[in-house]
């Protein structure tokens, strides 16, 4: 089905992209990217380069006059870093000479693939796992991923997201937040990102919002960072996608995996799959009618729009758990790969917290898989033909 690489280290030139298998006709223009990719360096509590990286895509193949042509689609975005005067990354990570006079990182961090990456490939400079480990990946994955949403945008399908808490603030486990969101989804998932992007933590309440916003400045005043829960929603999809009958179609591992393929994800929920364990089972499962239609409805949506693998047609939810940021003010022990010595690691530029920019690289891995399964049930080579194949199934 749809196929994407990504390559490019965090201070290098740049990033790079592939999709494969977008049909012809969908509609893409690099601005319909770069609002993603903004949307991505939202979030109080960024570090310093949230200030100077613009993200603006260059699409190099694979669209003519702001439609998809069937062919492979080239992408590309600048490190700004790498281009800002004196950066010195151009000599960091230069693609020839032999680094005379480039001092080697030997710090591994706790909490980053520094220490394990180096041994894994034999490096005694800690620096191209570094590069290569970074969420700034994340940039170029939000650019490939989006043109997934924009397939399925054709379809009604919306993928939206919001933070539920940054460390101990924000909603809790009661699914406090329920009856906001469901506000919103009645006009799609888009709706929810249009209030949550309004927030500096992407969160639907005011109070809350301010609460994080000040959990987050006490806790880079003490040093330290911070992680969270974020919930990723799509609206308008077809009951149908994905399968039960073998372990590699079911959609919710696919979901899952597409959650904790994101750097510091490190627990997934889909539906209300955590508070549901302790529910008995006649407060969960999501009951059947028919309404005046004879089409099927539920009563609610415990199960997050899956079973059996499958979609259900209620709203998707996803609800991601991420660690708080690696990273420090205050020193972490460590010991130096060259000398053998235990050191406390050295602090670089970093966020305190990434709660809300995961949530939105989210919404971008999740359109992904959800693009996915749709092509492989309404699936043709051009977007006139995937729409008549879906009026005629659906
Ligand atoms: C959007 C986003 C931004 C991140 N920013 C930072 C950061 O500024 N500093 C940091 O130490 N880690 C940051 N991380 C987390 C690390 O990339 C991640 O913890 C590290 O690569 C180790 O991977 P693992 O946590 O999946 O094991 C960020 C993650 C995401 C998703």
Known sequence: MLRYLTAGESHGE??????????AGVPLTAGMINGHLARRWLGFGRGGRAKFEQDQVHIYSGVRFSKTIASPIALRLENAAYMRDKSGWPEVMALEGDGAGIEPVTLP?????????ARKYGFDDIRPVIDRASARETAMRVACCTIARVLLKQFGIQVGSHVLRIGKVGWQEDGSWHKQRDALLGSGAEAVNGQADQSQVRILDPELSKACVEHIRE?????DSLGGVYEVVVTGVPPGLGSYVHWDRRLTGQLAQAILSIQAQKAVEIGDGIVNTSRPGSNVHDEIYLNNSQDYQ?????????EGGMT???PIVVRGYMKPIPTL????GTVDMASGESQPTRYERSDVTSVPAAS???????????????LEKFGADSLDEMQKRFSDIS
């Open 219 to 223: 806790t880079k005043r003490s040093g």
């Open 298 to 306: 539920r009563r609610s949506n415990h199960a997050g729009g899956l």
């Open 14 to 23: 740049a990033l790079v992209g592939i999709v494969e298998g977008m049909p």
């Open 329 to 332: 003010i205050k020193p972490l």
């Open 360 to 374: 939105t690289v989210a919404e971008a891995t999740v359109a992904w898989v959800i693009a996915n399964a749709f």
């Open 109 to 117: 961090r706790p909490g980053h693939a520094d220490l394990e990456g």
């Open 312 to 314: 259900n047609g209620m």
